[in-house]
């Protein structure tokens, strides 16, 4: 079966910190996207990726970055994590020309909260 | 730029009866349109898609929808709502192109009550 695998369910950090949360999937998928999920605002795109070492900046990149050294891999950093990037996160992958009509795969989630 | 309006935050209906999720989609051309579903701390998972063909699509666990052009909607049904379906409906609009990206809908979150 194939997957998007997010390295951590619940996270806790602390004002200040540098965040990494990690995402890898296994169907060698081009496309790999960063959400952040909130009551009532639905899926916010923070940052997707096309190709290794490739990124664009969603609709919220503001407080964030990204890193893609590898296809199976995209990683979201908070570079100094912040009490209202408390959230939910979630990694999705999906093929380069198929996002369109095959949608994507999502991970399980990441629920981080910052204190 | 396409977008997604779910005009219900919240639905509950009885375990048994029928259920309809709306979802109107605002895009210039002919879109493809996905219904996800995503159970309490869990992520999304496909329920139906369409991209052509059929306006009318089945999808998993009972699910379908009907694509209706000249009314912008997609809109999500069951015939028999179960107890376990109680969880949070989003639908999305995309198109093709490179790296082509999902718009979603803010979502509906079902209640069934037994």
């Known amino acids: 079966d194939v997957k998007v695998t997010q390295s951590s369910r619940y996270l806790v950090k602390r004002t200040g910190e540098k965040v990494f949360l990690e995402c890898v999937q296994d169907?060698?998928?081009?496309?790999m996207f960063w959400y952040r999920q909130d009551p009532g605002l639905g899926l916010r795109l923070i940052y997707f990726?096309?190709?290794?070492?490739?990124?664009e900046k969603g609709d919220i990149p503001e407080g964030y970055s990204v890193s893609r050294e590898k296809k199976e891999r995209f990683s979201l950093i908070l570079e100094s994590a912040s009490t209202n990037q408390t959230s939910m996160y979630l990694c999705a992958s999906s093929a380069l020309t198929g996002a369109g009509s095959q949608g994507y795969t999502f991970g399980s989630g990441t629920r981080l909260t910052v204190v | 730029a396409q977008s997604v309006t779910q005009p219900d935050i919240h639905i509950t209906v009885s375990e048994g009866a029928s259920l309809e999720l709306r979802c109107n989609y605002s895009?210039?051309?002919?879109?493809?349109l996905f219904w996800y579903v995503q159970s309490p701390g869990q992520g999304l998972q496909l329920l139906l898609k369409?991209?052509?063909?059929?306006?009318l699509v089945q999808g998993i666990k009972g699910f379908e929808a009907e694509f209706k052009r000249s009314q912008s909607s997609f809109n999500l049904r069951k015939p028999s709502v179960h107890w376990s379906d109680a969880a949070e409906y989003f639908c999305?609009?995309?198109?093709?192109?490179?790296?082509?990206?999902?718009?979603f809908g803010t979502g509906t979150r079902l209640q069934v009550t037994l």
């Open positions: 990726s096309y190709d290794v070492k490739m990124k």
């Open positions: 999305a609009v995309g198109r093709t192109g490179t790296a082509s990206k999902l718009t």
């Open positions: 169907m060698d998928h081009e496309n």
């Open positions: 369409y991209f052509s063909g059929d306006t």
């Open positions: 895009y210039g051309a002919t879109p493809y």
